[in-house]
């Protein structure tokens, strides 16, 4: 194979090993198949170029139009002309394919599903890459630059996935890279020719080999400049690689926020995050014009209390509240019964007809909680943790026409403060604060509750105290930020928004044990002269909703000025009494609606966290799913494997080390070859103690030298002498007369090393000896044998073809 075909399969073999720190991020990985088939075409058509030869501005430019010929191929074949050549069709549909992979990006944490957006920008990425790589090292003949390109791949991999890019990526990664530089430098040492003045390969480094005949055409004792830059370019790239990752800012939402550390499992209906609404929900309320989002009728009368939830916050690092990685499912339908709503609490069934503006386009589906029913068209899939609906895909809220069936909850005060403990596994998950929180805010949440004799007690207090005895103010001018120094500067100055309200009252009802979260959406709205209720992009909303089993998920109203306050926290209500005005106007329900099957309502994964309340969670013991027994053992297979590549220069040390010394030599031919063996192992012991050997030596200088240098006395520096005496009797003596107890000898030598090397020293010599590179030019002999004797039997072959192929003369009449 020519240097350039080793370049071009080692720069794709490069790009797709880089290309795998991806693979954690999208599923299913599918993709990379797509990948690798269009990368290979890609480098056929570079190396198709580079034979010719082109111009290399030519290479490159029929590199780029075949990649977008294929890209077309794959992707929008249908808007192409001829099924590949893009036209003003095709290039909208790449548009907005690129438009909805970012948005999916945004949207769904990793693993996200394997979109059509997210599969494009995906693979055009790799292409990307692997074309700079291909320029870089095959067209340029210039591999170490290419690393940078390949570090990008790796290290925006490993950013996203937030520790999903583990170092077996980066390992698999920085081992595609070196194969790509060990290919430039055996194609440049090609070009060179003979090079005079060190050992021949098969032999060791050091020796000064003669012009003519066998001299070698390997370096010296010193790598040649070319390979050390190499070299030296390698480990920096691989530094920086590592560096970079841990570097790189943590950005909340979707695949560009850390998966974190919640309980969500990642099942295998996919996982989702909540694009971060907090984002934009300030500046939504500082519009100049109050745009409707949404529009929608309903059976109830009062509709004070009916907020349009979006998404529930669950996770507080000590930066940000955040919505936890969470298992999602198509919609069922009917949607399972809340979690820790029992059968005393008095419930309303509700039904509201919604109507999305065209301009509002969200993936999250705004409803009342908790929703029973959900009748809508289009791509929506089902969040069961937090009762959340989610576009799948391309699908968002704009123009959306759906109908939800809710249940208005109405529990009593008495019923709160009677609440029993929330379940463990509930409690540990949602009573999480950071150890960054200042012990102020708990001393400011204990002195505020003073008094209170049970939860409901204190969370009523803390909304009492936010809404009207702290003396706060509504300002949505007021810096939105959202940790704990956030939260901190918003308990001294008391002035802000829903979010600090809604964030603050969560974390302090957390560091007193109260299960809390936080929801965002939006408020009621205003009820129109139709009777419709109208939503504003300025109702946007965030506010706490804190467990009491029972009544499940309860909401609280801290912002003053904004919202309504519960009925259930005013002390002129009356107690277990649900108030006339919210009342529906038909078909209402006091009974709660029958529950779903288990199979329907909850994932074995959630039970297994507690999530599906205490019912539920006692199913979970008796679940007998688990993983696919072959990707058990695939995956262990494949951790073997990596756990033995960094164990492999010991490995093969030891091998060669036992089969030189382990054969008896019973014929006077196996102990010569014995002895030389032996001498060869203490000569590569050396080597491996950093004596470099020199073969341009007699045995018996050679022995001197690694005395000396190896710092060796006594006994084993006696051996080393014995067995250079007998390599000296089996190569020069008439009649030759191996020597006995080799073995012995060599472990002498061994042993005196190992005494006299320091501790770094010996462990270099263990699990990175330097004779194992002895292993390395053994395969290259022999693929180089095996090559050349493939191409002369082909010859041959192909000669003998030719001779019996080619038509006779006929003889003349």
């Given at each position: 194979?020519s240097?350039?075909?080793?370049?071009?399969?080692?720069?794709?073999?490069?790009?797709?090993?880089?290309?795998?720190?991806?693979?954690?991020?999208?599923?299913?990985?599918?993709?990379?198949?797509?990948?690798?088939?269009?990368?290979?075409?890609?480098?056929?058509?570079?190396?198709?170029?580079?034979?010719?030869?082109l111009?290399?501005?030519?290479?490159?430019?029929?590199?780029?139009?075949?990649?977008?010929l294929?890209?077309?191929?794959?992707?929008?074949?249908?808007?192409?002309?001829?099924?590949?050549?893009p036209?003003?069709?095709?290039?909208?549909?790449?548009?907005?394919?690129?438009?909805?992979?970012?948005?999916?990006v945004?949207?769904?944490?990793?693993?996200?599903?394997?979109?059509?957006?997210?599969?494009?920008?995906?693979?055009?990425g790799?292409?990307?890459?692997?074309?700079?790589?291909?320029?870089?090292?095959?067209t340029?003949?210039?591999?170490?630059?290419?690393?940078?390109?390949?570090?990008?791949?790796?290290?925006?991999?490993?950013?996203?996935?937030?520790?999903?890019?583990?170092?077996?990526?980066?390992?698999?990664?920085?081992?595609?890279?070196?194969?790509?530089?060990?290919?430039?430098g055996?194609?440049?040492?090609?070009?060179?020719?003979?090079?005079?003045?060190?050992?021949?390969?098969?032999?060791?480094?050091?020796?000064?080999?003669?012009?003519?005949?066998?001299?070698g055409?390997?370096?010296?004792?010193?790598?040649?400049?070319?390979?050390?830059t190499?070299?030296?370019?390698?480990?920096?790239?691989?530094?920086?690689?590592?560096?970079?990752?841990?570097?790189?800012?943590?950005?909340?939402?979707?695949?560009?926020?850390?998966?974190g550390?919640?309980?969500?499992?990642?099942?295998?209906?996919?996982?989702?995050?909540?694009?971060?609404?907090?984002?934009?929900?300030?500046?939504?309320l500082?519009?100049?014009?109050?745009?409707?989002?949404?529009?929608?009728r309903?059976?109830?009368?009062?509709?004070?209390?009916?907020?349009?939830?979006?998404?529930?916050?669950?996770?507080?690092?000590?930066?940000?509240w955040?919505?936890?990685?969470?298992?999602?499912?198509?919609?069922?339908?009917?949607?399972?019964?809340?979690?820790?709503?029992g059968?005393?609490?008095?419930?309303?069934?509700?039904?509201?007809?919604?109507?999305?503006?065209?301009?509002?386009?969200?993936?999250?589906?705004?409803?009342?909680?908790?929703?029973?029913?959900?009748?809508?068209?289009?791509?929506?899939?089902?969040?069961?943790?937090?009762?959340?609906?989610?576009?799948?895909d391309?699908?968002?809220t704009?123009?959306?026409?759906?109908?939800?069936?809710?249940?208005?909850?109405?529990?009593?005060?008495?019923?709160?403060?009677?609440?029993?403990?929330?379940?463990?596994?509930?409690?540990?998950?949602?009573?999480?604060?950071?150890?960054?929180?200042?012990q102020?805010?708990?001393?400011?949440?204990?002195?505020?509750?003073?008094?209170?004799?049970?939860?409901?007690e204190?969370a009523?207090?803390l909304q009492?105290?936010?809404?009207?005895?702290?003396?706060?103010?509504?300002?949505?001018?007021?810096?939105?930020?959202?940790?704990?120094?956030?939260?901190?500067?918003?308990?001294e100055?008391?002035?802000?928004?829903?979010?600090?309200?809604?964030?603050?009252?969560?974390?302090?009802?957390?560091?007193?044990?109260?299960?809390?979260?936080?929801?965002?959406?939006?408020?009621p709205?205003?009820?129109?002269?139709?009777?419709?209720?109208?939503?504003?992009?300025?109702?946007?909303?965030?506010?706490?909703?804190l467990?009491f089993?029972?009544?499940?998920?309860?909401?609280?109203?801290?912002?003053?000025?904004?919202?309504?306050?519960?009925?259930?926290?005013?002390?002129?209500?009356?107690?277990?009494?649900?108030?006339?005005?919210?009342q529906?106007?038909?078909?209402?329900?006091?009974?709660?609606?029958?529950?779903?099957?288990?199979?329907?309502?909850?994932?074995?994964?959630?039970?297994?966290?507690g999530?599906?309340?205490?019912?539920?969670?006692?199913?979970?013991?008796?679940?007998?799913?688990?993983?696919?027994?072959?990707?058990?053992?695939?995956?262990?297979?494949?951790?073997?494997?990596?756990?033995?590549?960094?164990?492999?220069?010991?490995?093969?040390?030891?091998?060669?080390?036992?089969?030189?010394?382990?054969?008896?030599?019973?014929?006077?031919?196996?102990?010569?070859?014995?002895?030389?063996?032996?001498?060869?192992?203490?000569?590569?012991?050396?080597?491996?103690?950093?004596?470099?050997?020199?073969?341009?030596?007699?045995?018996?200088?050679?022995?001197?030298?690694?005395?000396?240098?190896?710092?060796?006395?006594?006994?084993?520096?006696?051996?080393?002498?014995?067995?250079?005496?007998?390599?000296?009797?089996?190569?020069?003596?008439?009649?030759?007369?191996?020597?006995?107890?080799?073995?012995?000898?060599?472990s002498?030598?061994?042993?005196?090393?190992?005494?006299?090397?320091?501790?770094?020293?010996?462990?270099?010599?263990?699990?990175?000896?330097?004779?194992?590179?002895?292993?390395?030019?053994?395969?290259?002999?022999?693929?180089?044998?095996?090559?050349?004797?493939w191409?002369?039997?082909?010859?041959?072959?192909?000669?003998?073809?030719?001779t019996?192929?080619?038509?006779?003369?006929?003889?003349?009449?």
């Amino acid at each position: 194979m020519s240097g350039r075909g080793r370049l071009t399969l080692g720069a794709y073999a490069a790009t797709l090993m880089a290309a795998g720190a991806l693979l954690p991020l999208v599923s299913p990985s599918t993709w990379i198949f797509t990948a690798a088939i269009l990368l290979a075409v890609q480098s056929g058509v570079g190396a198709w170029a580079r034979r010719v030869p082109l111009a290399r501005p030519v290479t490159l430019l029929l590199q780029l139009v075949a990649t977008l010929l294929l890209l077309t191929l794959v992707f929008v074949r249908e808007q192409a002309a001829l099924g590949f050549l893009p036209g003003p069709e095709a290039w909208a549909r790449f548009v907005a394919l690129f438009q909805a992979g970012a948005e999916d990006v945004g949207t769904y944490a990793t693993p996200a599903p394997d979109t059509e957006g997210i599969r494009l920008m995906v693979v055009s990425g790799v292409l990307l890459i692997g074309l700079l790589v291909d320029t870089l090292a095959v067209t340029f003949r210039n591999a170490a630059p290419a690393g940078l390109p390949l570090l990008a791949l790796y290290s925006v991999a490993a950013g996203l996935s937030d520790g999903g890019a583990s170092w077996i990526w980066f390992l698999v990664a920085a081992t595609g890279y070196l194969l790509l530089l060990l290919a430039e430098g055996r194609d440049r040492l090609s070009q060179w020719g003979r090079v005079f003045g060190g050992a021949a390969r098969t032999g060791r480094p050091g020796a000064g080999g003669s012009g003519g005949g066998s001299g070698g055409s390997a370096s010296g004792g010193k790598a040649f400049a070319p390979v050390r830059t190499g070299r030296r370019i390698g480990v920096v790239a691989m530094g920086v690689a590592l560096v970079v990752p841990a570097a790189l800012p943590s950005l909340s939402g979707g695949l560009f926020g850390g998966a974190g550390d919640g309980p969500g499992d990642r099942g295998k209906g996919g996982t989702i995050s909540a694009v971060n609404p907090l984002v934009s929900l300030q500046d939504n309320l500082r519009q100049p014009e109050d745009r409707e989002v949404l529009r929608y009728r309903t059976n109830a009368t009062d509709t004070s209390g009916m907020y349009l939830r979006l998404v529930a916050l669950d996770q507080f690092d000590g930066t940000s509240w955040k919505s936890s990685v969470r298992p999602i499912e198509d919609v069922p339908e009917r949607l399972p019964r809340p979690t820790g709503l029992g059968d005393g609490i008095r419930t309303v069934e509700v039904t509201s007809n919604f109507v999305a503006a065209q301009t509002y386009q969200q993936k999250w589906l705004p409803m009342p909680y908790p929703a029973d029913r959900v009748e809508i068209d289009g791509r929506w899939r089902y969040e069961p943790a937090g009762r959340m609906l989610v576009g799948d895909d391309e699908q968002n809220t704009a123009g959306a026409r759906y109908t939800v069936t809710s249940l208005d909850v109405r529990p009593t005060a008495e019923q709160l403060a009677a609440a029993p403990p929330a379940p463990d596994a509930l409690r540990a998950e949602y009573t999480k604060v950071p150890d960054s929180m200042p012990q102020e805010v708990r001393a400011t949440a204990l002195q505020v509750t003073k008094g209170a004799r049970n939860d409901y007690e204190r969370a009523v207090k803390l909304q009492d105290w936010f809404t009207v005895d702290g003396g706060f103010r509504y300002d949505v001018d007021v810096d939105s930020g959202t940790g704990v120094q956030a939260i901190t500067r918003f308990l001294e100055r008391r002035e802000g928004f829903c979010v600090h309200f809604s964030f603050s009252m969560a974390a302090m009802a957390r560091s007193m044990g109260i299960p809390a979260r936080v929801a965002v959406g939006f408020m009621p709205g205003s009820r129109q002269s139709d009777g419709t209720m109208s939503v504003g992009i300025r109702d946007a909303h965030a506010w706490p909703e804190l467990y009491f089993e029972g009544a499940g998920w309860t909401r609280f109203e801290p912002t003053p000025s904004r919202g309504s306050t519960p009925e259930y926290t005013r002390e002129q209500s009356p107690v277990g009494t649900p108030t006339e005005s919210a009342q529906p106007s038909t078909s209402t329900s006091a009974a709660p609606s029958a529950a779903p099957r288990t199979s329907e309502g909850c994932p074995a994964q959630l039970r297994a966290q507690g999530d599906c309340g205490q019912e539920e969670a006692g199913a979970a013991a008796s679940d007998g799913g688990g993983p696919d027994p072959l990707t058990v053992v695939l995956v262990a297979l494949g951790v073997a494997l990596l756990l033995a590549l960094p164990l492999s220069p010991l490995l093969c040390r030891t091998r060669v080390r036992n089969r030189r010394l382990g054969s008896s030599g019973r014929t006077a031919e196996e102990a010569v070859a014995r002895t030389l063996a032996a001498w060869r192992e203490i000569g590569d012991t050396a080597w491996d103690h950093g004596v470099v050997p020199d073969e341009s030596m007699t045995p018996r200088k050679t022995a001197a030298r690694i005395v000396r240098l190896g710092g060796l006395e006594g006994e084993p520096a006696n051996a080393v002498h014995r067995v250079a005496r007998g390599v000296e009797q089996v190569l020069y003596a008439p009649e030759p007369r191996p020597g006995t107890g080799l073995a012995d000898e060599v472990s002498l030598v061994r042993a005196g090393f190992a005494t006299t090397a320091t501790r770094g020293a010996r462990l270099r010599a263990l699990l990175l000896p330097r004779s194992a590179v002895r292993v390395i030019w053994t395969a290259s002999a022999r693929w180089s044998s095996t090559t050349t004797r493939w191409r002369t039997h082909r010859e041959s072959l192909t000669s003998r073809l030719t001779t019996r192929l080619r038509p006779k003369p006929t003889p003349d009449a």
